[in-house]
């Protein structure tokens, strides 16, 4: 009964791979959300979603697309993977925007050899 | 019970106010601490990050963790405004994994 669930957990791949990390929430919640963190734990905010609208689209490269096919699911997909994209990417949602309460899910950590 | 507990809020305090935002958790593998601040349509910014049971401060916020009674709080003194945001803790275990409060909602009214 995980409320807000991505796949893979651990995902390494080559430079040039195209790969898909998977987002699923079941607490009805009407906003997700894409963070990548960096070794510092710094969290950026990637894109956010509101009801299937992309409401958030922070400047990060156009390798990355979101694609949400219904409100309780954004899936991430990367195009030809470079090394700086090594990170742990976090998916999140809430309920009553970006002010409500957040469960965010265990995160992907990504590695590109 | 979930790993992290954190009270949603919303809390709205007047300017000027100390505010104490508070997790609690259940797993004592639980080694690093942290809080962070997301302004609306902002992502989170990384505002304090603890390691030991005891308190850290920086300016106007302080971190205290006692890890005895599995709680971490964030004070912040003097409230503004400019403080107006959702506060998150988050908390790391010995198998480097994370886990985050829920956030809470906190509006510091002029």
């Known amino acids: 009964d995980t409320a807000v669930s991505q796949t893979p957990k651990y995902l390494v791949t080559q430079m040039g791979n195209d790969k898909s990390i998977k987002c699923e929430q079941n607490?009805?919640?009407?906003?997700m959300y894409w963070y990548k963190q960096d070794s510092k734990k710094f969290l950026k905010i990637m894109f956010s979603?509101?009801?299937?609208?992309?409401?958030i689209n922070e400047t990060v490269p156009n390798r990355f697309s979101p694609k949400s096919p219904d409100k309780a699911h954004l899936n991430l997909h990367i195009n030809s993977l470079e090394l700086g994209d090594s990170a742990v990417y976090f998916c999140?949602?809430?309920?009553?925007?970006?002010?409500?309460?957040?469960?965010f899910g265990s995160g992907t950590r990504l590695t590109v050899v | 019970q979930k790993e992290v507990e954190q009270d949603p809020g919303p809390l709205s305090v007047p300017e000027g106010a100390i505010v104490s935002l508070n997790c609690t958790y259940s797993?004592?593998?639980?080694?690093?601490f942290m809080w962070y601040r997301q302004y609306s349509r902002k992502g989170p910014e990384l505002l304090m990050y603890?390691?030991?049971?005891g308190n850290k401060e920086d300016g106007r916020f302080t971190a205290q963790v006692d890890k005895s009674s599995k709680y971490i709080s964030l004070f912040i003194r003097d409230s503004q405004p400019s403080d107006s945001a959702t506060y998150l803790c988050?908390?790391?275990?010995?198998?480097?994994?994370?886990?985050f409060g829920t956030g809470t909602s906190l509006t510091v009214i002029p």
């Open positions: 988050a908390m790391i275990n010995t198998g480097n994994q994370f886990y």
């Open positions: 979603y509101n009801n299937k609208e992309l409401i």
């Open positions: 797993n004592s593998a639980f080694q690093y």
């Open positions: 999140a949602s809430s309920q009553g925007g970006d002010r409500g309460s957040y469960t």
């Open positions: 607490l009805g919640h009407d906003t």
């Open positions: 603890t390691y030991s049971s």
